[in-house]
């Protein structure tokens, strides 16, 4: 935290002597009227609430379920604890837009929201990585589990995702907010992603797109990759079991956190694995709204809805507060 807090304040110093751009104007919801923004607030609000309540209520399930004390869902309440950082980075300042109609940022909190979203976005590709990891493992090396995912890897893999995260976000916004900045200050989003920052630079933003495909095929193309291995892995696998029943089973144990991956890398990939010159407001913003509303919306409830034993584990938890 000392390193960021540094750096952001050289960052600071360096970007006020070279650019005149002191806020960003965040044009997102800038196409609709007043009274369609009021309407959104409650849609937005709720949706936020529900986000956070939700995987915390996948958290708390899994601190009070001994049972749940696998690898598997000590990752998942990672991703939980994620997921609430995630849409806390963006959500709370896309609702102040639409009820105060207050869409005004700092150069320095644009600067820092940057780095959180892309912290928290980049983190979580590794930790679903890593998932896929103990899912090959469960069901490619069933009698080595146990040794291969012990308490250390787990932990290991955590603090590997956190450290590739970090520096991919300080990569992307240092990269980002060293160039000058003359204006106009309007991004054409409801937050500070990457791309439409880039656009507002005063230089070439050529070498900004250069950056920005090599770190997106290193963090995400290369977390896809490793969790696309895994799964080949672990289809070759299932198809090679002779009980139907067991491949069911096997299947089962993978679903949601395949639908959680195909979320994620479908949007990110569309996003980021384009030029900034391609960049259109409304296509985007849809998009975006899907991974840094909708997806983390969506994860608890795919992953509590399709599970027996998180199922299981909330029932009991529910009995044993009714007798209290």
Known sequence: MIICTFLFKKLYKISINQT????????????????????????????????????LCIIITYKLSPSLHTPMYFFLANLSLLEILYVTSTVPKMLSCLLLNYNVITFSGCAIQMYFFVLFSGTECYILAAMAYDRYNAICHPLMYTLIMSEMVCIQLLVASYFIGTVNALIHT?????????????????????????????????????VTYVIAVIVVFGSFILTVISYIEIISKIL?????????????????????????????????????????????????????????????????????????????????LAQF
């Not at 369609?36 to 937005?44: E, H, R, V």
């Not at 990269?175 to 656009?199: A, K, Q, R």
């Open 174 to 210: 240092i990269f980002t907010f060293s160039l000058p900045f003359c204006g106009p200050n309007e991004i054409d989003h409801f937050f500070c992603d990457v791309p439409p920052v880039l656009v507002l630079a005063c230089q070439q933003t050529l070498p900004g797109d250069s």
């Open 240 to 320: 090679k079991l002779r009980s139907a029943s067991g491949k069911r089973k096997a299947f089962a144990t993978c679903s949601s956190h395949l639908i959680c991956v195909t979320l994620l890398y479908g949007s990110a990939i569309f996003m980021y694995f384009r030029p900034t010159s391609t960049y259109k407001v409304v296509q985007n913003s849809v998009v975006s709204l899907m991974y840094t509303v909708i997806s983390p919306l969506l994860n608890p409830f795919i992953y509590s809805l399709r599970n027996k034993e998180v199922k299981s584990s909330v029932k009991n938890i529910y009995l044993r």
């Open 20 to 55: 005149r751009v002191t806020r960003f104007i965040l044009l997102g919801f800038s196409g609709i009227t007043e009274q369609q923004q009021a309407s959104l607030f409650p849609i937005f609000l709720c949706t936020y609430i529900i986000t956070v309540v939700g995987n």
